[in-house]
């Protein structure tokens, strides 16, 4: 049963930063694509962040350009989202995703994780 | 960006109805489209991805359609457990975007 769990949300200042982390399980993680996706509070999906399965191809959506990076390490199956910067309007659930392609579509999404930006 | 106008928002409907759900887009996405089924409490589940490739171990009462700008999701006859929300993605280009989402509920 393929898994990704997300981790490293929580309370965070504006301007702070934070690192969420995605742990993936039951399946094969260097050859599957990794998209953060994002939903703030009463808005429909966002997705911000793309990583390829080697790591050497990224892309972000405007709106966190600059601010956010992605990463990972196929050693541990895990993948990383830096975020600085952080902005009020960053208030989201966050979901690591991940595709067998690099089309774009997700066929295993974590369960999201709250990051709440708030002085 | 690509903006997904997802239709309707709200549906109501009945075990053993034939519903559809209809997603546009702005512009010309060919067949890179996917539809999701969203549960409370639980992951997003991939249900068609290409406009019109079942993911394995989705019931066959689903199907996907549509090519270019328009796209539908057919559930030919509703189980209870269909009782969800249900959204589009296109992946045609960066960024990547969604449908708002249509609810489907018990008549």
């Known amino acids: 049963q393929a898994q990704l769990v997300e981790s490293g949300g929580g309370l965070v200042k504006p301007g702070g930063s934070l690192r969420l982390s995605c742990a993936a399980s039951g399946l094969s993680f260097s050859d599957y694509y990794i998209s953060w996706i994002r939903q703030a509070p009463g808005k429909g999906l966002e997705w911000i962040s793309y990583?390829?399965?080697?790591?050497?191809?990224?892309n972000y959506a405007d709106s966190v350009k600059g601010r956010f990076s992605i990463s990972r390490d196929n050693d541990k199956k895990s993948v990383f989202l830096q975020m600085n910067g952080l902005r009020g309007d960053d208030t989201a659930v966050y979901y690591c995703?991940?595709?067998?392609?690099?089309?774009?579509?997700?066929?295993?999404w974590g369960q999201g994780i709250l990051v709440t930006v708030s002085s | 960006d690509i903006q997904m106008t997802q239709s309707p928002s709200t549906l109501s409907a009945s075990v053993g109805d034939r519903v559809t759900i209809t997603c546009r887009a702005s512009q010309n996405i060919k067949k890179l489209l996917a539809w999701y089924q969203r549960k409370p409490g639980t992951a997003p589940k991939l249900l068609v991805y290409q406009a019109s490739n079942l993911e394995g171990g989705v019931p066959s009462r689903f199907s996907g359609s549509g090519f270019g700008a328009e796209f539908t999701l057919t559930i030919s006859s509703l189980q209870p457990d269909d009782f969800a929300t249900y959204f589009c993605q296109q992946y045609s280009g960066y960024p990547f975007t969604f449908g708002q989402g249509t609810t489907l509920e018990i008549k």
């Open positions: 990583i390829d399965t080697s790591g050497t191809y990224t």
């Open positions: 995703t991940g595709g067998r392609t690099s089309w774009g579509y997700s066929d295993s």
